[in-house]
């Protein structure tokens, strides 16, 4: 089986070896090793959970010809949790997709170092603006639409505050900022030729 794997700064092809293994490495750090192995056991029970509602669901409607009255609210809102917070693990790991031609077909360079911190940037800059999306999303649902803590939306069968699902917008995003960060980071450092520790 063979995995490409990109190290950031080209591709590497990995042939069920150990070193594919060391671009996914533990987190080193205590903040990233809480919020990294958090985020993966809530990804894991969020995809145990949907799993059993999904099929709980199809038995009752298929064989029991019944319905499982109102299980697509607890499917959006584990779904939201299990997207977000995989979306913040894969910006941890640098392993979103991406379409980066820059790599691809520009040999090594000033200019390609220049795009890569150019993309980096437009990167932090959009997920900075997600983010700020995300605490507006979210202050909507836990404030209510006036700001009072009146009204605050739910959902219509099981009456669970919107703002649980919206909270796990804004937390990944944040931490999708805060990683993409550390790429900006990186990549202005290798631009300016500093060390990297």
């Given at each position: 089986?063979?995995?490409?794997?990109?190290?950031?700064?080209?591709?590497?092809?990995?042939?069920?070896?150990?070193?594919?293994?060391?671009?996914?490495?533990?987190?080193?750090?205590?903040?990233?090793?809480?919020?990294?192995?958090?985020?993966?056991?809530?990804?894991?029970?969020?995809?145990?959970?949907?799993?059993?509602?999904?099929?709980?669901?199809?038995?009752?409607?298929?064989?029991?010809?019944?319905?499982?009255?109102?299980?697509?609210?607890?499917?959006?809102?584990?779904?939201?949790?299990?997207?977000?917070l995989g979306a913040?693990?894969?910006?941890?790991?640098?392993?979103?997709?991406?379409?980066?031609?820059?790599?691809?077909?520009?040999?090594?360079?000033?200019?390609?170092?220049?795009?890569?911190?150019?993309?980096?940037?437009?990167?932090?800059?959009?997920?900075?603006?997600?983010?700020?999306y995300g605490y507006?999303?979210?202050?909507?649902?836990?404030?209510?639409?006036?700001?009072?803590?009146?009204?605050?939306?739910?959902?219509?069968?099981?009456?669970?505050?919107?703002?649980?699902?919206?909270?796990?917008?804004?937390?990944?995003?944040?931490?999708?900022?805060?990683?993409?960060?550390?790429?900006?980071?990186?990549?202005?450092?290798?631009?300016?030729?500093?060390?990297?520790?």
């Amino acid at each position: 089986m063979e995995f490409v794997v990109s190290d950031y700064n080209n591709e590497n092809t990995c042939i069920n070896s150990p070193e594919c293994l060391s671009h996914f490495s533990p987190p080193k750090n205590l903040f990233d090793r809480i919020a990294i192995n958090g985020f993966s056991v809530a990804c894991f029970f969020s995809t145990v959970a949907l799993t059993l509602i999904i099929c709980a669901a199809t038995f009752f409607r298929y064989v029991v010809k019944g319905d499982l009255y109102g299980y697509e609210e607890w499917v959006k809102i584990l779904a939201f949790w299990l997207y977000f917070l995989g979306a913040a693990i894969g910006s941890y790991n640098r392993t979103h997709v991406s379409a980066d031609l820059v790599n691809a077909y520009l040999p090594e360079g000033k200019i390609k170092e220049a795009l890569a911190f150019l993309k980096n940037l437009v990167t932090v800059g959009v997920s900075l603006l997600f983010a700020w999306y995300g605490y507006e999303f979210f202050m909507f649902g836990f404030q209510g639409p006036l700001g009072t803590g009146i009204a605050i939306p739910k959902t219509t069968v099981w009456r669970i505050s919107l703002w649980v699902g919206y909270l796990s917008v804004f937390i990944g995003l944040v931490f999708m900022a805060i990683y993409f960060t550390r790429d900006l980071i990186h990549s202005m450092r290798i631009l300016f030729r500093r060390k990297e520790r």
